[in-house]
């Protein structure tokens, strides 16, 4: 046919050559959207699915492709999951860091598929943040999975809407290995999804198989990154001490919410005092309600005061140009409790004076974030000196350790107010005072040494996360030198 005649056909049927032209390409374009739209339907689905069973893969693999090959992953432990292990973390910060890297341990011994940790929201701190707020989730995940299978949730198969009801129980505290394996391991059997609803030390310091105790230290030193925003500020902070000149982290525990618990009103009017013990009423899981202030701090079980430990860092030898930077959330009776410190060590510094107030700000009533950058800080400090043996303390000093034991001064605070009150009442001269308190820690500074195992009282032997001795000395070649 030539050009006429289709001309001619084309006006037959009441078009034009034009017309037919654009008809075809719309036909085309409409092919071009609907296959553009059904492969990103597909493509989502995929990132999906994939984020569930193993998050940052596909968002390396097609959106960063020059880094994929940078990153080696180690590769997936290959088992049958026997369930699925939900666990709430209650506490602050370190408690909850310490649980996390038990409940790790756990899944893997049980041979289990967890479920990323859920934190406390409803502790004093009440503080809103998901795992994901504070720790590189998709690090966590990928770091540990030659060892444990983690996953963002329960699949739908096994979820509440679908009518499956995980069973919810807190294990015992301070369990061993034959525990978890005869006690719970058989409920799975049972149920597919079980919930430990408490999980602060829920595994036992020692007896627990060496390969055991160092996935407890990889979990802790490596898989538990914070976030970006909380390394980089954490980072600053840390760059901005050290331009300074060598500093000191005093983690001064004198806070509200550790007074209202441990009963300490040592150095408190009358109003304060009467204050904490409503506070501490106010919270049914503090099962302590009266407690003898004056008694538990000649025990050695109340944080020093401010003004104790003034007197303390001065009796240790640091002079008045040393840089402090206070590693803690707001001191109860704010600045008029430290006015004795300041005084006597005028580079005093804390997070809210090095940092812009907008640098914060994502940071305001999330207590978790502020105390990791508090943990980030102390643990790069030249000393850490901790006013009293919490979690934070603690969690500090293995990290303190594990890094080729920098000087940590583990504050012996019974000998320490026996002292403190000889002195003041003036019984005990500054030099005899200094002298005592020098003398009484001359090894204390966090040495390479072996955990005191106390068998029957777990809670008054040294914590495993303080003094993991089996995860570096190795490394280190420390058993010449541990005690």
């Known amino acids: 046919m030539d050009v006429r005649s289709e001309s ?63 990153v080696h992953l180690p590769p997936p432990r290959n088992y049958t999951s026997n369930g699925f292990l939900k666990v709430s973390c209650n506490g602050g910060l370190n408690q909850m860091r310490a649980a996390i890297c ?37 690090h966590f995940i990928d770091s540990l999975r030659d060892e444990v299978r983690i996953v963002k ?37 049972k149920h597919k999804v079980i919930h430990f609803n408490r999980t602060d030390t829920r595994l036992a310091n020692n007896g627990i198989p060496p390969h055991l105790q160092k996935l407890r230290c990889r979990v802790n030193f490596h898989a538990l990154k914070f976030t970006p925003s909380i390394e980089a500020l954490g980072n600053k902070l840390i760059s901005i001490l050290q331009e300074k000149g060598p500093f000191m982290a005093l983690h001064l525990r004198y806070e509200m919410d550790m007074l209202a618990f441990s009963g300490c009103t040592h150095g408190c009017t009358t109003e304060e ?39 303390v860092l001065q009796a240790l030898g640091f002079g008045q140009d040393t840089q402090i930077y206070i590693a803690s959330g707001e001191i109860y009776g704010s600045e008029k409790r430290l006015a004795v410190l300041r005084n006597t060590f005028p580079r005093i510094v804390k997070k809210e004076t090095l940092l812009d107030p907008e640098e914060l700000r994502q940071f305001q009533n999330h207590s978790s974030q502020m105390a990791a950058l508090d943990f980030m800080v102390s643990v790069a400090s030249n000393i850490f000196v901790p006013s009293y043996d919490g979690n934070m303390a603690k969690l500090v000093e ?64 040294d914590y495993f996360y303080a003094n993991p001795e089996e995860c570096f000395c190795e490394m280190a070649n420390c058993s010449h030198s541990i005690r």
Not at 13 to 22: A, R
Not at 297 to 303: A, H, K
């Open 8 to 70: 001619s056909s084309s006006v037959r049927w009441g078009k034009l050559p034009g017309q037919v032209i654009q008809r075809s390409r719309l036909q085309v374009w409409f092919i071009r959207v609907c296959s553009t739209i059904l492969i990103w339907t597909c493509l989502v689905q995929l990132l999906t699915v994939g984020e569930l069973w193993h998050p940052r893969f596909f968002t390396g693999f097609f959106f960063n492709p020059i880094n994929v090959s940078t």
């Open 398 to 461: 293995g990290h303190r350790r594990y890094h080729g034991f920098k000087k940590t001064v583990q504050l012996n605070r019974k000998k320490l107010v026996e002292l403190i009150d000889l002195h003041q009442n003036g019984t005990l001269s500054w030099e005899g005072f200094s002298n005592a308190v020098k003398s009484s820690h001359e090894e204390r500074i966090g040495r390479p040494k072996h955990r005191t195992i106390i068998t029957e009282k777990p809670k008054e032997e």
């Open 102 to 138: 038990d409940m790790v341990t756990v899944a893997r011994l049980l041979n289990l598929t967890l479920v990323v940790p859920e934190l406390d929201k409803t502790s004093f701190w009440a503080d809103p943040s998901d795992f994901e707020d504070i720790f590189n989730v998709g």
């Open 273 to 311: 005092s009467e204050e904490l013990k409503r506070l501490r009423y106010a919270f049914p899981w503090w099962r302590e309600k009266e407690i003898a202030s004056e008694e538990r701090r000649s025990q050695g079980l109340c944080p020093l005061t401010p003004e104790e430990a003034t007197l």
């Open 153 to 189: 949730r329960v699949p739908k198969r096994f979820s509440r809407n679908n009518g499956s009801q995980p069973l919810e129980m807190p294990p015992v505290s301070w369990s061993s290995e034959k525990y978890y394996l005869e006690q719970i391991l058989p409920l799975f059997n």
